[in-house]
């Protein structure tokens, strides 16, 4: 089975080939307000990688002071603009503006980040992960999915994609008991987590032998390191890493969601 490095690597290598042809370079338009550490760091990876494809990541950035109205009016800019395929605005934004009246001015073709109700694109790190898993030939009909954590960009649209591979889906969360949370594991095919728990799923839980465990969660540990909701080691079929696991297959996925935006736009 393909590491999830080497796939996504492989599948940079094949968006890559499909981009040299085209007419004009594949564009994404990345929104920012403000710095923000992590928002830093994940636009930089994404212009990397855009580079790296041979499509346009163009970064918008916007200094602290920057009214709701303003910003709505650059992504509106964009939103009609011909050479513009994919719009992102980087999360937070400052308290002072409102997030969904800012993601609503996106057109749903437009929206790579697959957030808005509706969108014809799958929210990037559960695209990543069902995309990686069925490039490994796993079988989704009728298996166990457990998912860990709800949240609106990671746990629900998780459970609804694997329901739509025809998964048995149950999601857990913080209010799950604990002897709860050992059944539904236990009975798993495939466990995602995304929690944010460093090492949360520690050996209190039992996985079937053949099941699929896929580590979300990002967690800065006490060496300064990164580390998952899984501790690793456990017995099973695969164990996804963290790092150089899901967050590549996020990445992956958004250009994706810019080519398929390209290709929508240029039948
Ligand atoms: P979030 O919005 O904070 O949601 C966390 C979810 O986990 C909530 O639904 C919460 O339940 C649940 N939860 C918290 N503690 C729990 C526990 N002990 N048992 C069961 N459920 C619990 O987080 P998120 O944005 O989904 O991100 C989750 C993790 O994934 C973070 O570490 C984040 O950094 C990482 N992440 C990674 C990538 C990637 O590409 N690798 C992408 C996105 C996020 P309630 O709803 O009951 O509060």
């Known amino acids: 089975m393909e590491t ?3 796939y996504a690597a492989r599948r940079k290598k094949e968006l890559s080939a499909l981009a ?35 499509f346009l990541a163009i970064h918008r950035w916007f200094d602290e002071t920057t009214s709701e ?9 964009d939103a009609i603009d011909e050479g513009i395929d994919g719009i992102i605005v980087q999360l937070p934004l400052p308290k002072t503006i409102d ?3 800012i993601s609503k001015s996106i057109p749903l073709e437009k929206d790579v980040d697959g957030f808005i109700f509706d969108s014809p694109y799958w929210p990037c790190t559960p695209k990543g992960i069902v995309d990686y898993l069925a490039a490994a030939g796993f079988d989704f009909r009728g298996k166990n999915a457990t998912v860990l954590g709800r949240s609106n960009i990671v746990g629900k649209p998780m459970a609804r994609i ?18 709860d949370k050992r059944f539904y594991l236990a009975h798993a095919d ?11 799923l520690d050996g209190r839980f039992d996985f079937k032998k053949s099941a699929y465990l ?3 969660g990002i967690n800065r540990g006490e060496d300064g390191k990164l580390h998952g909701d ?3 080691g456990r017995d099973v079929a695969y164990q996804s890493p963290v790092p150089g696991g899901v967050g590549l297959l996020t990445r992956l996925a958004l250009m994706e969601n810019v080519y398929e935006a390209y290709s929508r736009r240029n039948k």
């Open 4 to 6: 999830m490095k080497e």
């Open 20 to 54: 040299s042809p085209c007419l004009r370079k594949p564009t994404l338009s990345i929104f920012q307000v403000g710095h923000d550490a992590g928002s830093d760091a994940y636009i930089k990876g994404k212009i990397k990688d855009a580079a790296e494809i041979g």
């Open 69 to 77: 109205g303003e910003l709505l009016a650059a992504v509106e800019k």
């Open 99 to 101: 997030e969904s009246r």
């Open 162 to 179: 694997l329901l739509s591979k025809d998964m048995n889906v149950t999601v857990l969360h913080s209010k799950t008991s604990e002897d």
């Open 190 to 200: 495939l466990v995602v987590s995304a929690i944010g728990r460093l090492g949360y």
């Open 214 to 216: 896929i580590d979300v």
């Open 230 to 232: 899984i501790l690793p």
